[in-house]
């Protein structure tokens, strides 16, 4: 016991405020983090130095810094930059959201790709798409709408006296099935122009991603990452049950329904910026929660490890190909599903599944 104590106290830093107030965060994960936000940075520099016209580490840090020449700057921060910072969002948001219908659920497989919510925004995105022959900005209004009537639904068919784990996942694999079914049948009712733009972006791509996805996308996250973060404490006591968290202080339904809606909108947002780009909230998640070694939700950790599984999957999707480029949605797809056969084989010899 004193052995285990001596060893908590080594790993836990706490830092104290004039004002009194402390903050007690885990050595480990505080360098996880630390260490992952280096290689997001490291990585986003590349990729924009990366393309037919390359520009070197050195000099894309000094045209960020506003001392590169006309040419590199409109390279770096009108075509390039943009699109980084998309990827950085998107990961992030998918990274977070992933984390907390993880810990909602306590399911390694509750994550918004299983559950349905992308397939949801997917839908609301083609509505507009094939029906509607929308704009991009009216492609994201659908794709948000679709993402939250998605969670609502989902929601609602999994309350039994409140929303529980296994529950809540199966209701979302039944819910993913049909609104896939529903994408099948949008596409077979569009014309030709309509339905490869439909399948193009169903792929999830940040090819021509500009400054207008940024912003709105930097706006929500502003908003609802510091939401997120005010209420882990909750999130973390949710986790030893409902029974626990009640006798604790916790408003259990409260909390678990504010951090749903933050999760499909922080899911719907991504996906309305770049497409259903797979597997990144269900492997982020785990990752960082392996890397950290400390249970709870790992919510910071996994935001990170999103940013950064994204941007070096749009490096590879551009450069591990020769010259044939692919669409980011691919490269997440076949490594995520690997991940996905992995963790499937593993929860199986431990007997969860």
């Known amino acids: 016991m004193k052995t285990a104590a001596k060893t908590a106290a080594k ?57 590169g020449t006309a040419g590199q700057d409109f390279i770096v921060n009108e075509l390039r930059l943009p699109r980084v910072l998309v990827g950085l969002l998107v990961g992030a948001s998918l990274g977070l959201g992933g984390a907390l219908f993880q810990s909602i659920s306590r399911n390694p497989l509750g994550s918004p790709d299983v559950l349905g919510l992308s397939q949801g925004a997917t839908s609301g995105a083609l509505v507009v798409i094939v029906l509607l ?48 079914a529903v994408n099948g049948y949008l596409l077979t009712k569009a014309d030709l122009v309509d339905a490869t733009r439909a399948v193009v972006w169903m792929t999830g791509s940040l090819d021509g991603r500009d400054w207008s996805q940024v912003w709105p996308l930097l706006a929500l996250c502003a908003v609802l990452v510091p939401l997120v973060l005010a209420n882990a404490r909750g999130l973390r ?35 309305a910026a770049a497409g259903p780009v797979s597997f990144v909230a269900l492997t982020a998640p785990q990752l960082a929660r392996r ?37 980011v949605g ?24």
């Not at 836990?12 to 994960?29: K, Q, Y």
């Not at 986790?239 to 809606?261: F, I, K, P, T």
């Not at 919510?299 to 450069?319: E, K, Y």
């Not at 691919?330 to 599944?353: D, F, K, P, S």
């Open 11 to 67: 790993t836990t830093l706490t830092l104290r405020t004039p004002g009194g107030l402390s903050l007690r965060t885990d050595v480990r994960a505080l360098v996880v983090v630390v260490v992952l936000l280096l290689a997001a940075c490291a990585a986003s520099v590349v990729l924009i130095g990366t393309g037919d016209f390359p520009i070197s580490f050195g000099d894309v840090l000094k045209t960020l810094a506003g001392h």
């Open 133 to 180: 022959s929308g704009t991009a900005a009216q492609v994201t209004v659908g794709a948000l709408i679709g993402g939250l009537l998605t969670g609502l639904a989902i929601y609602l068919l999994a309350w039994k006296q409140g929303v529980h784990g296994y529950r809540l996942v199966l209701v979302g694999i039944g819910v993913s099935a049909v609104v896939t």
């Open 237 to 271: 006591m949710m986790e030893m049950g409902d029974d626990v968290s009640n006798a604790l202080g916790v408003r259990v339904e409260r909390v678990r329904l504010l951090l749903m809606v933050a999760a499909v909108l922080l899911t719907a947002a991504a996906t």
């Open 291 to 327: 890397l950290t070694g400390s249970p709870g939700p790992n919510l910071v950790p996994s935001l990170c490890m999103g940013a950064t599984l994204l941007v070096t999957a749009d490096w590879a999707s551009q450069r591990a190909f020769g010259a044939d480029q692919l669409p």
């Open 330 to 353: 691919v490269v997440t797809g076949v490594l995520g599903g690997v991940y996905l056969l992995w963790l499937l084989v593993t929860e199986r010899r431990a007997g969860r599944i």
